[in-house]
Nanobody, 120 residues
Framework: VQLMESGGGLVPPGGSLRLSCTASGSIGSIYKMSWYRQAPGKQRDMVAI???????NVADSVRSRVSISLDIAANTMNLHMIDLQPEDTAVYYC???????????????WGQGTQVTVSS
């Protein structure tokens, strides 16, 4: 199983971005996918979570600026963030809780991360 993030890059202050994360491989069921971010010298923090049932949980710090969705058929999670500020600069990581085909339990996987830099 692999998670591939896309959509990072340089964003001007006040701009917006869309991040996508696609899971591939022998996937049976996806239960939950999440976005985390880690700024230099700081811990990795949750940004938003979406379940296969469509329930979402968004961090208070970005709640008014973030929307998250999950396309189960495409095994793809999307994040839309608006009004980015320099403090949003971080590496954004995708995570998934899923069950591989033929596996008994749910496993957690992480992507490699995508850099988002907010700067003029």
């Amino acid at each position: 199983v692999q998670l591939m993030e896309s959509g990072g890059g340089l964003v001007p202050p006040g701009g917006s971005l869309r991040l996508s994360c696609t899971a591939s491989g022998s996937i049976g069921s996806i239960y939950k996918m999440s976005w985390y971010r880690q700024a230099p010298g700081k811990q990795r923090d949750m940004v938003a979570i979406v379940t296969s049932g469509g329930d979402t949980n968004v961090a208070d710090s970005v709640r008014s600026r973030v929307s998250i969705s999950l396309d189960i058929a495409a095994n793809t999670m999307n994040l839309h963030m608006i009004d980015l500020q320099p403090e949003d600069t971080a590496v954004y990581y995708c995570s998934a809780d899923l069950q591989r085909l033929g596996a008994l339990g749910v496993e957690n996987y992480w992507g490699q991360g995508t850099q988002v830099t907010v700067s003029s």
